[in-house]
């Protein structure tokens, strides 16, 4: 079993970057110039949710980034809106503008055409939720590791 976890592990890192060059792909086709992948993957992390930047940057992995500046250029670009908190003025709340929800919308549009060209397999809906079973199983085997400096039985 090592060696399937080790592949899979590499495949982690691969579809992680090949997803954001099918973000490019799409910010092209798009003509959107002005934001990159990584913003384009932050955006659509956000949706129509109302988040502070601690949850953003607990929900998603952004490569090499700095999610303070991209924060920044989204809010200046004019795809994200901040507000301080009334109660905590430490902490800031992220929403997206029209222009942030309408990229949204045409990546979640992009996202069910791919996700329909895998309902030509056999059992697709069945491999898929094998396949997310067994990623969140590693999820919280590393969470646990990370957390408590050991891992649990599942």
């Known amino acids: ?7 899979i592990i590499r495949l982690i890192e691969r579809l992680h970057r090949h997803f ?3 973000l490019r792909a799409e910010l092209r086709n798009l003509n959107i110039e002005d ?3 990584v913003q384009a993957l932050l955006l659509y992390n956000i949706g ?4 502070v930047i601690r949850d953003l940057k607990d929900r998603g ?3 090499g980034s700095n999610v303070s500046y991209n924060i920044k ?4 670009c004019g795809y994200l809106m901040q507000e301080r908190s009334a109660h905590d003025r430490r902490s800031v709340r992220l929403r997206l503008t029209d222009k942030g929800l309408a990229l949204c919308n045409g990546i979640r549009k992009l996202q069910g055409e791919l996700s329909a060209t895998l309902d030509e397999g056999s059992d697709p ?5 094998t396949t997310l079973q067994t990623m969140q199983r590693l ?6 590791f990370i957390h408590y400096g050991r891992v649990r039985k599942l």
Not at 1 to 7: A, G, L, V
Not at 139 to 144: K, L, S, V
């Open 139 to 144: 999820e919280r085997t590393w969470t646990d």
């Open 73 to 76: 250029s989204l809010t200046e």
């Open 35 to 37: 934001i990159n992948a």
């Open 1 to 7: 079993m090592t060696q399937p976890y080790f592949d």
């Open 48 to 51: 129509e949710n109302e988040v």
């Open 125 to 129: 809906a069945g491999q898929l939720d």
């Open 20 to 22: 954001l060059d099918v």
């Open 61 to 63: 992995y952004y490569q």
